[in-house]
């Protein structure tokens, strides 16, 4: 499977933003799928997870409240919509499947999660 991230931007601390991950390949909605990101000179670290139907997910403390996670298994693509954006949340942010079919939650560490994409930047000033 091959995953495109697209969405990322330059955007004032407070704003918006909506990443998208395109995939495609056999069985989508039958894996689920996490964002992360990598900020310079940071190890690249898990922002938030979906399982493969949707009705479970879950996010990092750092962005609950302001980030949602969702997708449309009919377009085989995964939301993260960000808002009340950070300086501190400016990074590299990559999709990436999970490695295990039909896992009830959604994985929080990098091991679980296979084919990743190639990252879309996001930039958040103050």
């Known amino acids: 499977v091959q995953l495109q991230a697209s969405g990322g931007g330059s955007v004032q601390a407070g704003g918006s933003l909506r990443l998208s991950c395109a995939a495609s390949?056999?069985?989508?909605?039958?894996?689920?799928m996490g964002w992360f990101r990598q900020a310079p000179g940071k190890e690249r670290e898990f922002v938030a997870g979906?399982?493969?139907?949707?009705?479970?997910?879950n996010y990092a403390a750092s962005v609950k409240g302001r980030f949602t996670i969702s997708r449309d298994n009919a377009k085989d693509t995964v939301l993260l919509r960000m808002v009340s954006l950070k300086p501190e949340d400016t990074a590299v942010y990559f999709c990436?499947?999970?490695?295990?079919?039909?896992?009830?939650?959604?994985?929080?560490?990098?091991?679980?999660?296979?084919?990743w994409g190639q990252g879309t930047q996001v930039t958040v000033s103050s």
């Open positions: 990436a499947r999970d490695g295990l079919f039909m896992a009830v939650d959604p994985p929080t560490t990098e091991e679980r999660y296979e084919n």
């Open positions: 390949g056999r069985d989508f909605n039958r894996y689920g």
């Open positions: 979906i399982n493969w139907s949707g009705q479970n997910t």
